[in-house]
C-alpha cells in the first residue's frame, strides 16, 4: 500500500495532479447543481413535469 | 452625410472604394481635432517602451534581448488603448447606427475606419520604434526589421482589434475585457513580428517571418472587416 | 415525430436529463476502468517510472478541451445560421466545462512536467497553446457575461467562438515554430512516452470517461440556463402550476 502511495517516489506529482482533478471535478459538479437548483427556485418547479 | 453622396463613383452607385476613402478621411478629420488625445497615446508608448530597463535592468546584453520584445508587446497595448475610440463614441451617440444604415457596404466603411485608426497609431509607433530601439542598444539592421515586422503588424493589430471592439461595443468591462478577447488572438502576430527582429540578431534570415505576417494581414485585410461588421450588426440590433 | 423535434428549448429540456444520467454512469463506469487499468495493469514506465500514470488524466483532459472547443463553435455557427436559441445555449453550457477541462490539463501537464524534465513549466508548444487556449474560453464566458441581451450576448459570443475556432491552429501554429526556433532540435518536450499497449488502451478508456462526463456536466448546466432564459414562457410556467 505505501509502495502505491509512494508511487516510486513520485507520490507528491501524481496524487497532487489526481486530487486536484478530482476537485476540479467536485467543484464543477455542485457549482452546476447549485446552479440548477437555483434556476428551479427561480421558476418555480423542480423543472420536469413528474 | 453629404461628402458621402459626393463619394459615389460612377461606375458602381455604392462603391467600395468610394466607402473606404470617405469613412477613412471622416474619422482622420474627426481624430485631428482632438490631436492632444493621440498625443497621449503615442507618449505612453514612449513611457511604456522606457519603463522596461528600468524595472529589469539596464544591463546591454539583456537589453538586447529584450528589445524588439518589448517594442512589439508596447505596440500592442498602444494599440489596445485607443482601440475603443474606434467604435465606441460613434456607438454612443446614434452615429455608428446611420453608418450601418447607409447602402454602402458596411464591410468597406469599417475599412475606412480601421484605416484611419492605424494611420493614428499604428504608423507612429512603428516610426518612432528605431528611435525607441536605440535605448536597447540594437544594431541598425536589427532597428531596420523592428520597423518594417511593425509596419506589417501594426495594421494586422488594428484590424483584429476592430473586430474586439466591435464585439464589446455597449458590453459592460471596458477595455480589460476588449483585452482579455484580443490579446490570445494577436499572439502569432506578436511571435512573428518579435521575432523576424530575432532572427536577425541570431543571423538567420527574417524572410520567414515577414511572409507570415505578410500573409496574414492579407487574409484580416478581408476577415475582420466581415467579421467586424457582423459585431457592429449584432451590436445594433 | 421529425429529427427537428427536439430542437427547441422546451421539448429538449426533459430529454436533457435522463441523457445526462446515462452518460454520467457511462462516465463513472469508464473511468473506474481506466483507473484500474492505468494503475493496477499498466507496468512503470521504463524512463520515467511510476510519474507517467500522470498522462491518464492528462491527456484526456487536452483533448477534451480542444474538442469542447470545436464543438462550441459547430454549434455557435448552427446559432448563427439558423438563429436558433437551443444551439447558442447549448454552446453556453459548454465553455465553463472546456474551461475546466483546460485548466486540469495545464496543472497535470505542470505536474508531470516537474519530475520528468524538471521544470513545472516550459514554455513549449503545447502547454503554450493550452494556455491561450484557457484565455479564449475566459473571453467568451467574460463576453457572455458583459453583455445583458441573451440574445445579443448569443450571437456576440458565436462569433467570437468562430473568429477563436479560425485561430487556433494559427496560434498553434505560430507557437510550435516560436518553440522549435528557440528550443532547437533537441528534445520534444511534451513527446509521449513510448506507449505500451495497455496504457494506450487506459488512456483511451479514460478519454471516454472525460467525453461522457462533460456531456453529463453540459446538459445539466444546459437545463439551468434553459430555466434562467425561458422563465417567462409559457411551457415552464405551465409546468410551475402541474
Not at chain 3, 518553440?179 to 487506459?202: D, E, K, W
Request: proline share 5%.
Amino acid at each position: 500500500m505505501t509502495d502505491f502511495l509512494a508511487m516510486g517516489g513520485y507520490g507528491f506529482y501524481v496524487w497532487s495532479a489526481y486530487g486536484v482533478t478530482a476537485l476540479a471535478i467536485v467543484l464543477e459538479i455542485v457549482s452546476v447543481r447549485a446552479r440548477a437548483r437555483a434556476a428551479a427556485r427561480l421558476t418555480g418547479n423542480t423543472g420536469d413535469s413528474r | 452625410m453629404t461628402t458621402l453622396a459626393h463619394a459615389q463613383s460612377d461606375e458602381s452607385q455604392f462603391g467600395v472604394a468610394a466607402a473606404i476613402v470617405w469613412a477613412a478621411a471622416h474619422d482622420l478629420r474627426v481624430a485631428m481635432r482632438s490631436r492632444s488625445e493621440l498625443a497621449v497615446q503615442i507618449l505612453f508608448y514612449v513611457i511604456v517602451v522606457s519603463l522596461f530597463p528600468l524595472a529589469a535592468s539596464p544591463d546591454r546584453a539583456l537589453l538586447a534581448a529584450l528589445g524588439p520584445g518589448v517594442l512589439w508587446v508596447a505596440a500592442l497595448l498602444a494599440s489596445l488603448l485607443s482601440l475603443p475610440r474606434l467604435f465606441a463614441a460613434d456607438f454612443a451617440d446614434g452615429t455608428l447606427e446611420q453608418i450601418a444604415l447607409s447602402p454602402y457596404p458596411l464591410q468597406a466603411l469599417v475599412g475606412g475606419k480601421i484605416i484611419a485608426h492605424w494611420l493614428c497609431t499604428g504608423l507612429p509607433v512603428a516610426v518612432l520604434a528605431p528611435l525607441l530601439g536605440l535605448q536597447y542598444g540594437l544594431d541598425g539592421d536589427v532597428l531596420a526589421i523592428v520597423t518594417l515586422s511593425l509596419l506589417i503588424g501594426t495594421p494586422l493589430l488594428s484590424l483584429l482589434g476592430a473586430i474586439g471592439a466591435a464585439l464589446t461595443l455597449g458590453a459592460r468591462g471596458g477595455s480589460s475585457l476588449l483585452a482579455l478577447l484580443i490579446l490570445p488572438l494577436c499572439v502569432p502576430v506578436l511571435i512573428f513580428g518579435a521575432g523576424a527582429a530575432d532572427a536577425v540578431r541570431a543571423g538567420l534570415s527574417p524572410s520567414p517571418n515577414f511572409s507570415l505576417l505578410a500573409a496574414g494581414l492579407l487574409i484580416a485585410l478581408v476577415g475582420a472587416p466581415f467579421a467586424t461588421a457582423a459585431a457592429i450588426r449584432v451590436a445594433l440590433d | 415525430m421529425s429529427f427537428y423535434f427536439f430542437s427547441s428549448p422546451a421539448t429538449f429540456f426533459p430529454l436533457a436529463r435522463p441523457i445526462a444520467i446515462v452518460f454520467a454512469w457511462l462516465a463513472a463506469l469508464c473511468a473506474i476502468a481506466g483507473l484500474w487499468i492505468g494503475f493496477v495493469v499498466a507496468p512503470a514506465d521504463a524512463q520515467q517510472g511510476e510519474a507517467y500514470r500522470i498522462i491518464f488524466i492528462h491527456v484526456p483532459a487536452a483533448w477534451m478541451s480542444m474538442f469542447i472547443y470545436v464543438v462550441m463553435a459547430f454549434w455557435s455557427i448552427v446559432a448563427l445560421t439558423y438563429n436558433t436559441r437551443l444551439s447558442a445555449m447549448l454552446a453556453q453550457a459548454l465553455a465553463p466545462t472546456g474551461a475546466w477541462m483546460t485548466f486540469i490539463a495545464l496543472f497535470t501537464g505542470s505536474m508531470w512536467g516537474r519530475p520528468t524534465w524538471g521544470t513545472y513549466w516550459a514554455w513549449d508548444a503545447r502547454m503554450t497553446s493550452e494556455l491561450i487556449l484557457l484565455f479564449l474560453y475566459f473571453g467568451v464566458i467574460a463576453l457572455r457575461n458583459a453583455i445583458d441581451d441573451p440574445r445579443r450576448a448569443d450571437r456576440a459570443c458565436s462569433l467570437l467562438t468562430i473568429v477563436g475556432a479560425v485561430n487556433i491552429p494559427i496560434i498553434y501554429f505560430s507557437v510550435q515554430w516560436w518553440n522549435t526556433l528557440h528550443q532547437g532540435a533537441s528534445v520534444s518536450l511534451t513527446a509521449a512516452p513510448r506507449m505500451a499497449m495497455i496504457m494506450l488502451t487506459g488512456m483511451l478508456v479514460m478519454t471516454f470517461a472525460a467525453w461522457f462526463y462533460s456531456i453529463a456536466v453540459a446538459l445539466l448546466r444546459l437545463r439551468a440556463i434553459i430555466l434562467e432564459r425561458e422563465r417567462g414562457s409559457a411551457w415552464i410556467t405551465g409546468l410551475a402550476r402541474a
